[in-house]
């Protein structure tokens, strides 16, 4: 694809070192390594849709499912120029793994359109996530494939493509259908907490590592790349600490301000204008200055490959806890780690979003309705076992947290496949 940047085509090359370095460190079953070093089912679907001036244009979608021995395969829809199946194989095996860290029943899958929404009407943006749907047909269920958001994608998608699924099902299966998706808006089944969840479980690991390092949060300073869903909630709710931020950048710019800029005030600024740049209670920034900001926590929660060779140098923090996926390529890890800079890695780190859509998808299959003190308590418990379990590994094999995190993940698949065996 001619609009495709060049950064993302190492994503799922960085997968699989990452995924090697683990196997290799815990000696992970030969075998088993074989079946989990390839996705399970790669599905291509080219599909046209009439856009509001009358025309049809050709869209390409994709939806990667890596693997399902935990559970249905599960992982969100993105909605970006960039999206290839390189990218979408790495989100869905990084989904996998997250599953497993995480302790639910759930395996990894990926999916999404490349192209970008900014360009078209809401009802062309409708017409395409529906027509996409119906694209896909059986490749998704609830028992079977759960898509969720992602980048560009919110709850009102959701609903078009759960209203779109239930509609292709014989009439009287239809109500038991609603699970087929996660992160819908709460009248149509959504659950509470789902539109913090990301957010709400980058500062839950960020509580547990400042406990862990005596640290306190109260006037930390943080940066955040990235103020989209995950970004803005994880600001508003370190803000709850007494943290201060000071400085964000989106696709629009970056701002700085040294005396603090307020995540609330700075998220309805962002709801009105559709990014960060020019705000006025806050000075712009250059990106290379950005990276640079002196500061105690940076929170990336934008895209893949952002903290690299060339700007892993630049960080001038003691933590970074990953909002986004892959947001620090091979390079750059490695240039972190020789700095001593802390990592929350992104499978552990930003795991509160598939949590709380698992979450959703047991309140909808139960007929219940969670309130927001219940899901965020059940949260903070499975994110703080998960943390612990990665910090353990992490002293017990002697490495980084983003390798012990793998390795998590690995023990338990691997244990999975050993009592289940193959077949025939």
Same mark, same amino acid.
């Given at each position: 694809m001619e609009n495709t940047p060049k950064k993302q085509s190492n994503v799922y090359v960085n997968v699989t070192k990452q995924f090697n370095k683990a196997a290799d460190l815990m000696k992970l079953d030969p075998e088993i390594r074989k079946i989990l070093a390839k996705t399970t089912n790669e599905i291509t679907v080219n599909f046209p849709v009439k856009m509001d001036d009358g025309r049809i244009e050709m869209?390409?979608?994709?939806?990667?499912?890596?693997?399902?021995?935990?559970?249905?395969?599960?992982?969100?829809?993105?909605?970006?120029?960039?999206?290839?199946?390189?990218?979408v194989r790495a989100l869905a095996t990084w989904m996998t793994w997250k599953s497993a860290i995480i302790n639910i029943p759930f395996g990894g899958a990926k999916g999404g359109i490349c192209f970008?929404?900014?360009?078209? %009407?809401? #009802?062309? =943006?409708?017409?395409?996530?529906?027509?996409?749907?119906?694209?896909?047909?059986?490749? =998704?269920?609830?028992?079977?494939? =759960?898509?969720?958001?992602?980048?560009?994608t919110n709850a009102q998608i959701m609903a078009w493509i759960l209203d779109t699924y239930v509609s292709t099902q014989p009439p009287h299966e239809r109500q038991a259908c609603t699970h087929v998706i996660t992160g819908k808006p709460v009248e149509a089944g959504g659950s509470l907490g789902r539109d913090k969840a990301t957010g709400q479980g980058v500062v839950y690991t960020i509580e547990e590592w400042a406990k862990d390092k005596k640290f306190n949060l109260k006037g930390a300073t943080y940066f955040v790349q990235g103020f989209g869903n995950v970004g803005s909630w994880a600001s508003i709710l370190m803000k709850q600490h007494g943290s201060k931020l000071?400085?964000?950048?989106?696709?629009?710019?970056? =701002?700085?301000?040294?005396?603090?800029?307020?995540?609330?005030?700075?998220?309805?600024?962002?709801?009105?204008?559709?990014?960060? #740049? !020019?705000?006025?209670?806050?000075?712009?920034?250059?990106? !290379? %200055?950005?990276? %640079?900001?002196?500061?105690?926590?940076?929170i990336p929660a934008a895209l893949e490959n952002q903290i690299t060779k060339e700007t892993a140098f630049l960080l001038n923090v003691i933590l970074v806890a990953e909002g986004a996926n892959g947001p620090t390529d091979i390079e750059g890890d490695e240039i972190l780690q020789e700095r001593k800079i802390d990592i929350l890695p992104d499978i552990l780190c930003n795991a509160g979003g598939v949590v709380v859509s698992y979450f959703e998808w047991l309140q909808n299959k139960r007929s219940e309705f969670w309130d927001l003190e219940e899901v965020d308590s059940k949260l903070r418990k499975l994110l703080v076992n998960a943390y612990m379990r990665v910090r353990d590994t992490a002293e017990k094999y002697k490495t980084d947290w983003r390798t012990a995190a793998y390795i998590v993940a690995l023990m338990r698949l691997e244990k999975v496949y050993k009592e289940r065996g193959i077949f025939p």
């Open positions: 869209f390409t979608g994709y939806r990667v499912q890596h693997n399902n021995v935990l559970g249905p395969y599960k992982g969100g829809l993105r909605y970006h120029p960039a999206v290839d199946i390189d990218e970008d929404p900014q360009r078209y %009407s809401a #009802a062309e =943006i409708q017409r395409i996530t529906r027509r996409f749907t119906f694209a896909l047909g059986c490749n =998704i269920g609830p028992e079977y494939d =759960i898509p969720a958001p992602d980048v560009n000071i400085a964000v950048e989106d696709v629009t710019g970056a =701002i700085s301000h040294h005396d603090g800029i307020d995540p609330d005030d700075l998220n309805a600024y962002v709801l009105e204008t559709g990014g960060v #740049a !020019k705000y006025s209670r806050a000075k712009p920034l250059d990106h !290379k %200055s950005f990276m %640079s900001t002196e500061a105690d926590i940076f």
